[in-house]
């Protein structure tokens, strides 16, 4: 079946401009997670969605990221007043529900975001 | 110091040859842990997922887990050069947010 997708594949944006990066999970799975990975930082949690419950943001850098989950599917990360060191590759994944927290994440391609 | 620490390599094997990887982790409260590999330029693709110690395996892969000395490993027997990519080990522990080690990039030798 069709996995988690996200768009664009590839963002390259000037400093101070503001981005988005959209999300789409596979169908059926109540989790969404974002990830950012960087060189020298390797693959960093960013923001969790489960269900209705309030997103956990405990991993968001600074407070111009902002992440929502509309109608409980498709996700949009946003990043305002981009700065070079947030250049990244922006991860998603999914996963089934789980009380315990044993689901297996399924990551999407990425979005790739350059800030020149 | 990190929550899940990974050899970045390279490692570089001949075609045929056993692949060893491994990790450690300081965090007591990780129970659930996994392996993914990623290929350059695409996201991390899951390979193993285990509960707690003990060994999975699941075709030309074996992962082990000994939470007494806090040690992953992940085996891939009969290495092939498609087998060529980063490794990535990750835990988490009962909620759902996974720490992943650095990665390991892999290079098997045709």
């Known amino acids: 079946g069709a996995g988690v997708s996200q768009s664009p594949s590839n963002k390259v944006t000037e400093k101070g401009k503001d981005v988005e990066l959209r999300c789409d999970p596979i169908s059926g799975h109540t989790a969404l997670y974002w990830y950012r990975q960087s060189l020298g930082q390797g693959l960093e949690f960013l923001i969790y969605f489960q269900g209705n419950s309030a997103p956990d943001k405990s991993g968001l850098p600074s407070d111009r990221f902002s992440a929502e989950r509309t109608g409980g599917s498709v996700s949009t990360l946003t990043i305002q007043r981009t700065q070079q060191e947030d250049s990244a590759v922006y991860l998603c994944?999914?996963?089934?529900?789980?009380?315990?927290?044993?689901?297996?994440?399924?990551f999407g391609p990425g979005t790739r975001l350059t800030v020149t | 110091q990190k929550e899940v620490e990974q050899d970045p390599g390279p490692l570089s094997v001949p075609e045929g040859a056993i692949v060893s990887l491994n990790c450690t982790y300081s965090n007591s409260a990780f129970q659930y842990f996994m392996w993914y590999r990623q290929y350059s330029r695409k996201g991390p693709e899951l390979l193993m997922y285990t509960y707690s110690s003990g060994n999975k395996e699941d075709g030309r892969f074996t992962a082990q887990v000994d939470k007494s000395s806090k040690y992953i490993s992940l085996f891939i027997r009969d290495s092939q050069p498609s087998d060529s990519a980063t490794y990535l080990c990750?835990?988490?522990?009962?909620?759902?947010?996974?720490?992943f080690g650095g990665g390991t990039r892999v290079l098997v030798k045709p």
């Open positions: 994944a999914s996963s089934l529900a789980s009380l315990a927290g044993g689901s297996e994440q399924y």
């Open positions: 990750a835990a988490k522990a009962a909620g759902n947010k996974l720490t």
